[in-house]
């Protein structure tokens, strides 16, 4: 089983930038696939970006496409979210996850183990 521990959410202005982070346990990271997701008060959660286990893959929404960021520390046990170019609409609670399955696009792994969420807020 893995645990995920996220880190690095909090408030910024729009246009400006946050790296979220996410510690895993365990021996073996590089086997699992990792994303990030999000969600909004009343809304569905929604897929943001994600990273194969070696780091050789990444996907990003179109949404988040050229101001996101996903990446990999394998050494360290460590995803990254880096985001650049903040919008209001980018506001909501963001997730990471690890994948026990991650064959074919990002969006479509078995997700099977989620951090505890952390709040980021981008104001006008």
């Known amino acids: 089983q893995v645990q995920l521990v996220q880190s690095g959410g909090g408030v910024v202005q729009a246009g400006g930038s946050l790296r979220l982070s996410c510690v895993a346990s365990?021996?073996?990271?590089?086997?699992?696939?990792t994303g990030w997701f999000r969600q909004a008060p009343g809304k569905e959660r929604e897929f943001v970006a994600a990273?194969?286990?070696?780091?050789?893959?990444?996907y990003h929404a179109d949404s988040v496409k050229g101001r996101f960021t996903i990446s990999r520390d394998n050494a360290k046990n460590t995803v990254y979210l880096q985001m650049n170019a903040l919008k209001p609409e980018d506001t909501a609670v963001y997730y990471c996850?690890?994948?026990?399955?991650?064959?074919?696009?990002?969006?479509?792994?078995?997700?099977?183990?989620w951090g505890q969420g952390t709040q980021v807020t981008v104001s006008s």
């Open positions: 996850a690890a994948a026990s399955f991650s064959s074919g696009w990002g969006m479509n792994w078995e997700y099977d183990y």
């Open positions: 365990g021996r073996t990271f590089s086997r699992y696939g």
């Open positions: 990273i194969t286990g070696s780091g050789g893959r990444l």
